[in-house]
Structures are given as structure tokens and as C-alpha cells.
């Protein structure tokens, strides 16, 4: 992984990059546990996000480390 990504001139960490990928994948997560109706069965749907988020975020730089 490398240490930054030059956005014309701008450097931003590729963490940002990696969690712009996983808040996307976490909406689509997200929208497809909603529809099967997963969030009956969870007890704080706030807090079980930001572990879901932490977790596919974990994925991504995972994938994008090989």
C-alpha cells in the first residue's frame, strides 16, 4: 500500500481511499440486510454499523495491501 495519493497537488492518506471504498460497499451491505429484514434481530443497528464498517474496512485494506 503506499503512503499517499497526490489529488492534483493535494496529498491525501490512501486510508482515505480505502475508507471511501468501504463506506461504499457498507451501503450496499447495508441496503441488502435491510431488505432480507436482518435488522429485526439486531439490537442497536447504530453501533452493529460501525462495527460493519470497521470490518469491510478491514477487507479493503486487506485487498488492497497484496
Do not use: K
Request: aromatic share 12%; charged share 10%; hydrophobic share 65%.
Amino acid at each position: 500500500m503506499i503512503g499517499e495519493l497526490n489529488l492534483y497537488g493535494v496529498f491525501l492518506p490512501a486510508v482515505m481511499a480505502c475508507c471511501v471504498l468501504a463506506l461504499l460497499a457498507t451501503f450496499g451491505v447495508r441496503a441488502v440486510l435491510r431488505r432480507v429484514g436482518f435488522y429485526r434481530v439486531v439490537w442497536h443497528p447504530a453501533l452493529f454499523d460501525v462495527a460493519l464498517f470497521v470490518i469491510v474496512l478491514g477487507g479493503v485494506v486487506a485487498l488492497t495491501s497484496l
